[in-house]
């Protein structure tokens, strides 16, 4: 190596170090070669724990949530039903998301679902209103038409508009925290199909191509971090369940900033190949993310 | 002897009853928990003479307790309990202050009427024409009131405040989506109010002592009460200032004659006498006269225990009408589904008084108070609307709460076995079949898998009805995406039905992945 050469990249290196430390970013730049992963999968323990290990080998929840800013976190809050149904996420899983957030800085951390049964059930009998409140989180409700707002998704092919809830629209970073189920209409709700919750008019979406309406509305918004709870697993009778006969229990989780990836690996946990689930298809050429798993850096964890 | 304490004994108690009982009904958030319902409404009186003939139980203590010190105390309950006669003291409290002239005067009782009015009430109500009782019972006039006009109102300040809220991001409250009403439902509760505010302005209680049902079965009890308004002649000095603030028209204070059958014991009488001439007393004490002429026992067994006999034959009569043939009538032209623990659609309309308080509990806010749909015997009845909402597979708020009895009791576990109704699947409309898409949405809601998908074309998959484990929650039909009709409907059942319990196997099902398949 000439001299020159090794000067001019020496000062790049410097210039680059010096401007990550002036940015706050020294963390993530020391640790880039540890923690780019595409994808992280924990399992064997309890979903708090497993959430801590996971959020660890991604680079810590700083990466996501910078200081000052509102956080969002959406998990699936869909039934009147106990945690023990797995039909909404699990409510440890949600606390120490929350948790997370105001250990990196969060401003707020907001708690919300449009639910399909009567939502004050919905959210006292999932267990996740007091668990969030617990954390410190505002739990705000979405069961009013007034709380939406038009929004417009100009990739969507058959979902050009729809109304979202406010608060998820003035956040600054959004989790999407679904559960891994079985599901009548979409073969398996996981990521993309928790960001239903997200909006007023769900009949639209029925009514309307259910799965090209979901991939639409995944370009509309990139959750900052999807975390998929798999601790226990509804494999039959989804969305709703019918008892804990419906559910086993897997002690799994997902993290990953490409939705289509982490749904993909989420579906092969359950069993199922990424080509069985049509919205995951459309996805992939819509090119949203990647179906091809095997082909991403994935940091496997056993707690 | 000191008495004068008695009257604000009575504004006390009176408004303590009429602001509880309000926002009972009001219940704007739905957290007023059960129990203080059912204590509260279990005090009033017709609906309570009407559940006690089905269901004993707790609330039962509340009509005991209401005879029990009518006994003792005459018609405390008119001027204390009941939330309409607290109304109408307001209203009559309001107009003393406006024209402080005007005065009541004594009228002679028109037993006939008010007696024969009421049996006749009764005699309609067991023969199904229910509705013409439920016009003229104090409780559920008033209840209608304020769940249908005070209510959405409520809920309008509410929902103001709570989006003020909102915009600081404050989620304190939140807001209620006003329900589906019936705007003859809206009127007619007002137009009764009404009613009952202009003869209270002009003429005191003169629903209570001419129209009132518990007015009339009260005033027979409050006859032999052992505690009465009497007259000490020792110490009045005929000035008349009782008759003048009688609001019930009760005092001749030139004969010093009092009816005991109209007089509801407000006070205002022992309040306003100079000299103490008025006294709260059993009438033994006192050297007067009281007249007991009038067959007042046998008078109540008829007017109060035969109707409910009838209520009960009538009851077991037409216990057997067959379920009705499914038909695409049903999604022209409604019909009305009658709630969980309501038995049957005859029971149900047979009993309930329309006092909406079912409605206004109603956490996800199916029931609705309809018009028509029961038919003329039984107007302003609630229903199950789908199209607003479904029934909580969960809940049973209604069932304990009913005050009537047309809801009976259940459990959460006897609730989920009940069938008021069962789906109907129109698979020509449905999105499956219309747009070879998947849809699944009503499968995707029933909490018993009554709806489930089996293989139709290709990968999609198309709703199978398995009715015996249909519970007609509704949520099918709720959640059924299709315009202008739903591609899945719930037909009532006349008679509620048991459905079959969904197979429970409780065994621990463990599948932690050894290795992640990726």
Redo the contacts between chains.
């Keep these: 190596m000439k001299r020159r050469d090794f000067l001019k990249s020496a000062y790049k290196a410097s210039a680059l170090v010096g401007a990550g430390m002036v940015l706050g970013n020294f963390d993530s730049l020391l640790f880039s070669q540890n923690t780019d992963y595409d994808l992280v ?1 924990v ?2 323990g309890e979903p708090d724990v497993m959430f801590d290990k996971a959020i660890e080998a991604l680079g810590g929840m700083k990466k996501f949530v910078k200081k000052g800013q509102k956080v969002v976190v959406k998990p699936n809050i869909g039934w ?1 039903t106990a945690p023990e149904r797995a039909a909404n996420t699990n409510p440890k899983l949600v606390g120490r998301i929350v948790e997370h957030c105001y250990n990196a800085g969060a401003r ?1 951390v907001y708690v919300v679902d449009h639910t ?3 939502w ?2 919905c959210y006292k ?1 999932s267990g996740i209103e007091k668990a969030a409140k617990d954390a410190k989180a ?4 979405a ?2 038409e ?2 939406y707002q038009e929004v417009s998704i100009p990739q969507g092919k058959v979902l050009k508009n729809t109304k979202e809830h ?1 608060v998820i629209l003035s956040s600054d970073v959004f989790i999407n925290v679904p559960v891994l189920k079985n ?4 073969t398996l709700t996981i990521a993309m199909k928790n960001l239903m919750g997200n909006v007023w008019d ?10 090209q309406c979901i991939a639409d509305f995944a370009t509309y918004r990139k959750p900052t971090l999807n975390i998929v709870d798999a601790y226990l ?1 509804m494999k039959t ?4 369940g ?4 419906d ?6 989780q997902l993290l990953s900033t490409d939705i289509v990836a982490v749904d ?2 989420a579906a ?2 359950f ?1 199922l190949k990424p080509e069985d689930i ?1 919205y995951l298809n459309i996805a992939t050429e819509m090119k949203i993310g990647r179906k091809d ?2 082909n991403l850096n ?1 940091k ?1 964890i056993t707690v | 002897m000191k008495l004068k304490y008695l009257k604000k004994i009575r504004v006390a108690v009176s408004l303590f009853f009429f602001i509880i009982i309000t926002s009972l009904l009001i219940n704007p958030q ?1 957290n007023i928990p059960q129990d203080i319902i059912i204590f509260f409404t279990s005090l009033q009186l017709v609906p309570s003479i009407l559940k006690i003939l089905f269901y004993i139980g707790l609330s039962s203590l509340g009509l005991i307790f209401v005879l029990l010190i009518s006994v003792f105390f005459g018609r405390v309950y008119c001027s204390s309990i009941c939330p309409l006669g607290t109304f109408q003291d307001i209203i009559i409290y309001i107009r003393r202050k406006i024209n402080k002239r005007k005065k009541f005067l004594y009228q002679k009782p028109n037993y006939i009427f008010h007696y024969t009015f009421t049996f006749s009430l009764f005699i309609l109500a067991l023969l199904g024409f229910v509705s013409i009782l439920n016009i003229f019972e104090p409780y559920s006039i008033y209840s209608r009131f304020v769940v249908n006009i005070i209510e959405p109102g409520f809920i309008l300040i509410n ?1 103001f405040t709570s ?1 003020v809220l ?1 915009s600081m ?1 404050i ?1 304190y409250l ?4 006003i329900r589906n009403t019936d705007i003859f439902v809206v009127l007619i509760s007002f137009s009764f109010l009404f009613l009952i505010f202009y003869m209270s302005y002009f003429h005191g209680r003169l629903f209570c002592n001419s129209f009132c049902p518990a007015g009339a079965i009260l005033g027979i009890i409050s006859r032999i009460s052992i505690f009465k308004i009497v007259i000490d002649e020792n110490n009045c000095t005929e000035c008349g200032a009782c008759e003048k603030v009688c609001k019930a028209n009760c005092i001749e204070s030139e004969t010093k004659n009092i009816n005991y059958a109209a007089c509801i014991a407000c006070f205002n009488c022992i309040k306003v006498c100079p000299t103490d001439g008025v006294v709260y007393n059993r009438p033994k004490y006192i050297n007067i006269q009281v007249n007991l002429s009038e067959p007042s026992r046998r008078n109540f067994l008829k007017r109060a225990i035969l109707p409910a006999i009838g209520v009960f034959l009538i009851e077991n009569n037409q216990g057997e009408k067959n379920q009705l043939e499914k038909s695409n009538y049903f999604r022209v032209k409604k019909q009305p589904i009658s709630p969980p623990g309501s038995q049957s659609i005859t029971h149900f309309s047979n009993l309930c008084t329309a006092c909406h308080l079912c409605v206004s509990a109603c ?2 806010q199916v029931l609705y108070p309809t018009f028509f749909e029961y038919g003329i015997s039984g107007l302003f009845q609630p229903s199950m609307n789908y199209t607003a ?1 479904y029934c ?4 049973t708020i209604c069932t304990h709460i009913c005050p009537t009895g047309a809801i009976l009791p259940q459990s959460v576990e006897s609730k989920k076995l009940i069938q008021i109704g069962r789906a109907e699947f129109y698979k020509d409309d449905c ?1 499956v079949v219309a ?1 070879e ?5 009503c ?7 009554a709806v ?2 089996i293989p139709y074309k290709g ?1 999609l ?1 198309i709703p199978e009805l398995n009715n015996d484990l249909c519970v007609g929650c509704g949520a099918c039909e709720h ?1 059924c ?3 202008p009709r739903k591609a899945i409907y719930i037909i009532p059942n006349q008679i509620h039905q048991k459905s079959k319990k ?12 050894e290795e ?3």
Aim: with cysteine.
């Design positions: 999968a399992k064997g009147d707020e399909c049964d009567e004050q059930r009998n505002k739990v705000v409700p069961n009013s007034s709380y406010e599901h009548g209409g979409a769900r009949r639209y979406w029925h009514r309307n191509d259910l799965h697993v009778n989804g969305p709703r019918v008892s804990t006969d559910v086993v229990l897997m002690k799994s993909s690996a092969k946990l069993g049509r798993i095997e994935i496997r | 739905k929902n989006s909102e991001s989620y939140f807001n209620i989506p956490p996800t909402s909580n597979y969960d809940c999105v747009k898409k998947e849809c699944a949405a499968s995707e809601h029933c909490p018993t898998k489930y998908m990968k998959k959640a995406p299709t315009t969904p197979e429970i196997k409780k065994q621990e099902k463990i599948e932690i992945p992640f398949p990726f």
